[in-house]
């Protein structure tokens, strides 16, 4: 039996991972992802064991709020699990957090 985990930062990774395993179920979503990182077929799962790509992905499918859904859908959370894990993740890296703009 698995251990559960408990560190934000490890469950943020495999919400991550889980992301880009949902990005690369579709062609069509996985060369814009693709296109849009420079990251080639061949180096994907190098570089999926890189935080700051983990990054990278969940800022991918949360841009649109159709496919943060799809994929909070696909692996049984809800978004703002998603949003929690990239927040996480992105504080653990240092990176700044989503903001809106309020006018």
């Not at 841009?63 to 696909?74: G, L």
């Amino acid at each position: 039996m698995k251990k559960p985990v408990h560190n934000p930062r490890e469950v943020a990774e495999i919400v991550a991972i889980q992301a880009l395993s949902f990005v690369a179920s579709e062609p069509e979503r996985l060369g814009l992802f693709l296109a849009e990182t420079g990251v080639g077929p061949e180096t994907l799962r190098n570089a999926a064991a890189d935080p700051n790509f983990l990054l990278s992905v969940l800022d991918f499918v949360m841009r649109d709020d159709a496919t943060v859904k799809a994929f909070a859908s696909s692996v049984e959370l809800h978004p703002t699990n998603v949003a929690a894990a990239r927040q996480v993740l992105g504080d653990s890296l240092g990176a700044p957090s989503w903001e809106r703009d309020v006018p």
